[in-house]
C-alpha cells in the first residue's frame, strides 16, 4: 500500500439505532429460560450493551412480532452522511463509494445502490459504485485496498468507505422452555441424556441463544484522499485466506434455515476451533505486515494501538495472547470497548475503533478476521 502516493483517512464517522439494551436487562428478562452454566457464558461474552434497529429487541426474543425502526441501508446513508458533514469539504471530489455488508436488507440492489438513493442532494449521480456483500468480517481493509486503486488512477478524487450492518433482525427468538450452557449439554450426553443427534441440536440451540447476546448494529463511512497532511495512512496490508483446507467451514451461514425459531431466515455457524484458527490468522498477518520492507514498525512493541475485531471477548484474549499484548494495555483499550459497548458490529467494528481514534502519536495496527476463512492486517501511520 505504501507507494509515492499515500493513501489518507481523512474521516471517519458512525451510525447507530437510537434503541441501546443492556446484556443485563435482556438475560433478566429471560432469566427463568437460561440456565446458570449459559447465563455464565452469555456473560462472559465481553459484552456490556449493543444497539438495535428494532425498539423491542427483549421481547422480540420472547416471541413477540420484530417491531424494526430502522435498517442497514438507513445506517449506511446516516453514516455517510455524517461524515460527509463532519469533513466540510466539497461532495463533489468523492468519486467512489464501496459499500460493505453482511446483513442485508433485500438481496438486489445492493448496498451502496441502496444508499446512493438515500443521498439525493448529496453524493454526486456520477460517481462509482461497488458493493463488497457477504466479505465476513475482514471487508474493511480489502475495501480500502480497493479505494487505494481507484484512487490512484483518479488523482484529485475521494472515496467512501462504508460498512453497516444489522444483525439483530437475523437473530433467532429464544422460544423454546429451557436453554443450555455447552457443558451443561456435554454432562447431558456424558450421562447418557442425550443421543448424538439430540446432542447436536442441544448445541445449536446453545449457539443461538449465545448469537442473540453477541451481535450488534451499526454503521461506519471512511473517507480516504491521497496524500492528506496531518491525516493517518495506510502502510502495507496483507490477506491471509484457507491456510488450511478446512478452515473455509469455520464460519457460514444458510440461506434458508429450517430452523422452526428462525422461519426461513438465515442461520449463522460457528465451529468451536474459530477462536484458536482466529488468532493463527490474526498473528500470520500481522507478522506478515511487520515483515514487509515498506513497514515503518518491524515489532510489536513499536506499535501504539492494536485495533482487532471484536469476536468476542475470548477472541480477542486469544489474538492478546498470540501478539503477546496484555489485554489490560492501553494499545487495545479500543477493541475491547467496542466489544463492550456495541458487541459484535462484524465488518464495522474496526471501523468504530477508527473513529474512535482522535491521536495518532505513533502507528497502530488494524486485523481483521472472518467468515471464508480469511484476515487481514494493516498498518496505519501518521502522514
Not at 458493493?131 to 484512487?151: D, F, I, R
Not at 456424558?190 to 442441544?202: C, I, R, S, V, Y
Not at 506478515?288 to 492494536?306: A, G, I
Not at 473513529?355 to 496505519?380: D, N, Q, R, Y
Request: aromatic letters at 6%.
Amino acid at each position: 500500500m505504501r507507494t509515492n502516493r499515500m493513501i489518507s483517512l481523512v474521516q471517519a464517522s458512525t451510525a447507530i439505532p437510537e434503541h441501546k439494551f443492556s446484556t443485563t436487562d435482556l438475560v433478566a428478562s429471560m432469566m427463568h429460560k437460561l440456565s446458570p452454566e449459559l447465563i455464565n457464558s452469555i456473560c462472559s461474552l465481553g459484552v456490556e450493551n449493543r444497539y438495535s434497529t428494532m425498539d423491542n429487541y427483549p421481547e422480540f426474543l420472547t416471541g413477540a412480532p420484530m417491531n424494526q425502526k430502522s435498517s442497514t441501508t438507513e445506517l449506511g446513508a446516516n453514516a455517510t452522511r455524517r461524515c460527509i458533514e463532519e469533513w466540510g469539504g466539497d461532495p463533489s471530489q468523492i468519486g467512489l463509494l464501496i459499500a460493505a455488508t453482511n446483513t442485508p436488507d433485500q438481496m438486489l440492489p445492493c448496498l451502496a445502490s441502496e444508499v446512493m438513493g438515500r443521498t439525493h442532494g448529496l453524493l454526486p449521480r456520477s460517481l462509482a459504485t461497488v458493493s463488497m456483500q457477504s466479505q465476513g468480517c475482514s471487508v474493511m481493509l480489502k475495501s480500502v485496498e480497493v479505494a487505494h486503486w481507484y484512487l490512484a488512477a483518479n488523482p484529485g478524487k475521494m472515496a467512501i468507505v462504508l460498512m453497516s450492518e444489522a444483525h439483530t433482525p437475523y437473530v433467532a427468538p429464544l422460544l423454546r422452555e429451557e436453554y443450555f450452557g455447552f457443558r451443561d449439554v456435554a454432562r447431558m450426553r456424558k450421562n447418557g441424556k442425550l443421543t448424538d443427534a439430540q446432542f447436536e441440536n442441544e448445541r445449536t440451540e446453545t449457539t443461538l441463544a449465545i448469537q442473540s447476546m453477541l451481535f450488534g448494529d451499526g454503521a461506519v463511512a471512511l473517507l480516504l484522499g491521497t496524500d492528506q497532511e496531518g491525516k493517518p495512512a495506510f502502510g502495507p496490508i496483507a490477506h491471509l485466506t484457507n491456510d488450511n483446507p478446512d478452515d473455509v467451514n469455520l464460519l457460514s451461514m444458510t440461506a434458508n434455515s429450517l430452523h422452526p425459531a428462525l422461519n426461513g431466515k438465515p442461520q449463522y455457524f460457528m465451529r468451536p476451533a474459530v477462536p484458536t484458527r482466529g488468532a493463527h490468522y490474526a498473528v500470520a498477518t500481522v507478522n506478515d505486515v511487520l515483515d514487509n520492507p515498506l513497514s515503518v514498525v518491524n515489532n510489536m512493541s513499536e506499535v501504539d494501538d492494536c485495533l482487532i475485531h471484536t469476536g468476542s471477548k475470548k477472541i480477542l484474549d486469544g489474538v492478546c495472547s498470540q501478539l503477546d499484548i496484555d489485554t489490560e494495555s492501553t494499545r487495545v483499550n479500543k477493541s475491547y470497548d467496542v466489544l463492550e459497548n456495541f458487541g459484535n458490529l462484524s465488518s464495522a467494528s474496526t471501523g468504530f475503533m477508527l473513529a474512535s481514534k482522535k491521536e495518532w502519536a505513533g502507528p497502530a495496527i488494524v486485523v481483521g478476521f472472518g467468515v471464508g476463512f480469511t484476515a487481514s492486517a494493516g498498518l496505519m501511520s501518521m502522514n
